[in-house]
């Protein structure tokens, strides 16, 4: 029977420990409420968070869209100006060689209307003193072969050409003479022929000693306007012509006498009725 009593007070400590809703107090309530509320704003916070993360990526990546669009549009309105301003170079470039092409042609324009307007007192003065078609320089009249009415001529037959006028072959005799006839001749220059086709005869040969070069009267040159390299008798090469070249002194170059080329006579200032004799 004791075993029954302790069963009993078993049953009975164990029921008096059970307890219903209707006996849960009212601060328990409370705290499940709270605690129910808090999770409710917990996840109300974690979604509005959430929200407003996504908002803020979408307004980044917006952002970053429009910073990356106006990049490029930036890269490609550098590109075109740059493009734009090497055409410019160009343009310009292109301009001051004109530029420099036109200032070249008028300065060369205006020495050649100064050495006309300059020789037009030594072509007058020349109609007095030379025959017609002749010219005066430094009290001496010359003929310059240049009328293409007159064939090219071996040096032979350009030395009887002038002779047959009274004259010969041109002999210089000074710097100032060289200079003068190489600048005539330089502005006499035809630029559809070939500077090979431009050369003329002149009074000087080494054709009786080879390498010793003689004017017609005799005096022998030791330094000349030789062009460079030149006279190096390639051709068997004994007569001697003048060039219009840039640097009057390098215009001479030794030819063989059989070419034919334009040539100058030269001879002394006398009164003259007669015409030329071709």
């Known amino acids: 029977m004791e075993d029954n009593g302790n069963n009993a007070g078993f049953f009975e400590s ?6 219903y809703p209707e006996d849960i107090s009212e601060d328990d309530h409370s705290f499940n409420l709270n605690q129910e509320r808090q999770q409710d704003l917990r996840l109300s916070y974690g979604n ?3 929200t407003d993360i996504s908002t803020e990526i979408a307004k980044l990546q917006a952002t970053y869209n429009t910073a990356l669009q106006s990049k490029t549009e ?5 590109a075109k100006e740059i493009k734009s301003q090497q055409i410019t170079k160009w343009e310009l470039d292109h301009l001051n060689r004109r530029k420099k092409d036109n200032e070249k042609l008028i300065d060369r324009t205006e020495m050649e209307i100064a050495m006309l307007e300059s020789h037009m007192p030594m072509l007058k003065e020349g109609c007095r003193q030379c025959l017609p078609g002749w010219t005066v320089i ?13 064939s090219r001529r071996s040096w032979m037959d350009a030395r009887h050409f002038c002779k047959r006028q009274g004259s010969d072959l041109l002999v210089i005799n000074s710097r100032e003479e060289h200079m003068a006839l190489a600048e005539m001749i330089k ?3 035809d630029p559809s022929r070939s500077m090979s086709q431009s050369g003329f005869w002149i009074g000087l040969r080494d054709a009786d000693v ?3 070069w003689t004017w017609l009267d005799g005096t022998r040159v030791e330094e000349g306007y030789w062009n460079i390299g030149e006279p190096n008798n390639q051709n068997n090469e004994d007569c001697a012509a003048m ?6 002194f390098n215009s001479w170059n030794d030819a063989p006498c059989n070419w ?7 001879r002394t200032p006398r009164p003259f009725s007669s015409s030329l004799n071709v």
């Open 14 to 19: 164990t029921y008096n420990k059970l307890t």
């Open 48 to 50: 509005h968070l959430v």
């Open 74 to 78: 930036a890269k490609q309105e550098v």
């Open 138 to 150: 430094n009290s001496m009249c010359y003929f310059f072969a240049l009328s293409e009415e007159l």
């Open 187 to 189: 502005m006499s220059r």
């Open 210 to 212: 080879e390498g010793s």
């Open 243 to 248: 060039y219009p070249r840039d640097n009057p």
């Open 260 to 266: 034919n080329l334009k040539w100058i006579c030269e």
